[in-house]
């Protein structure tokens, strides 16, 4: 079974840009959550996704936003872009019902660069 | 989610077991230690869960305490690839819109030969 895809994987943008990044879930899994890790603050979660709609948010500005389709595939977008933005984005998907319902597989991430 | 501490580092030698200790003195009785690690730059990896029995898998064996105050993971024959962040992380096993996973700073493994 195919794990949790991220596109792209390196990005580079200037400050602000805009930035759209995808998530695959695992086929079959309902949940799709972000986070943020950089060496200062670490793991932090952004928010989650499943029935295409945002289930819990944490405590980032409203320049960081998504979305999530009929298929489960999320995006997620940040606007003007700040250098405090370069980070290793992380999409994780869950399947919610079944067997491991709430074990969260992650993806390789993304990792943006501002400049 | 309950609150964990772990140690910040620990080195360990190649082909010995890496013991690997995690507290989580506010856990609840519906909440499950799970584990992940995370292999630099990459993304965190599932590992283990367990409630209070005794856990194996073919990565690792989790071992809970009586009182589920604290547990240790054990890779019972590190290799250099086991170089890691380990995390240690509680929370209930059933889904709600709260129970996003809380990463605390992890344990980072350093496996030498």
């Known amino acids: 079974k195919a794990g949790v895809t991220q596109t792209p994987r390196y990005l580079i943008k200037t400050r602000g840009q805009q930035v759209t990044l995808s998530c695959s879930p695992i086929?079959?899994?309902?949940?799709v959550s972000w986070y943020q890790q950089t060496p200062g603050q670490g793991l932090q979660f952004l928010f989650e996704?499943?029935?295409?709609?945002?289930?819990n948010k944490g405590n980032f500005p409203g320049r960081f936003s998504g979305r999530q389709f009929s298929n489960s595939r999320s995006e997620m977008n940040v606007s003007t872009l700040e250098l405090g933005d370069s980070a290793l984005y992380l999409c994780?998907?869950?399947?919610?019902?079944?067997?491991?319902?709430?074990?969260?597989?992650f993806g390789p991430g993304t990792r943006l660069t501002v400049l | 989610d309950a609150k964990t501490t772990q140690p910040p580092s620990m080195d360990c030698a190649e082909g010995r077991a890496a013991n690997l200790p995690c507290n989580h003195s506010?856990?609840?009785?519906?909440?499950?230690v799970y584990w992940y690690r995370q292999i630099h730059s990459q993304g965190p990896q599932y590992i283990i869960h367990?409630?209070?029995n005794n856990e194996t898998n073919e990565m690792a064996s989790l071992i809970i305490t009586e009182d589920r105050k604290s547990s240790t993971l054990i890779l019972p024959h590190a290799t250099l690839r086991d170089t890691a962040v380990y995390y240690c992380?509680?929370?209930?096993?059933?889904?709600?819109?709260?129970?996003?996973?809380?990463f605390g700073g992890g344990t980072r493994l350093m496996v030498k030969p």
């Open positions: 994780a998907s869950r399947r919610l019902a079944g067997a491991q319902p709430n074990e969260q597989f």
């Open positions: 086929s079959g899994h309902r949940s």
């Open positions: 996704y499943f029935s295409e709609t945002q289930r």
């Open positions: 506010t856990i609840s009785g519906n909440e499950y």
């Open positions: 367990g409630l209070k």
């Open positions: 992380i509680v929370r209930g096993l059933r889904y709600n819109a709260g129970n996003m996973l809380t």
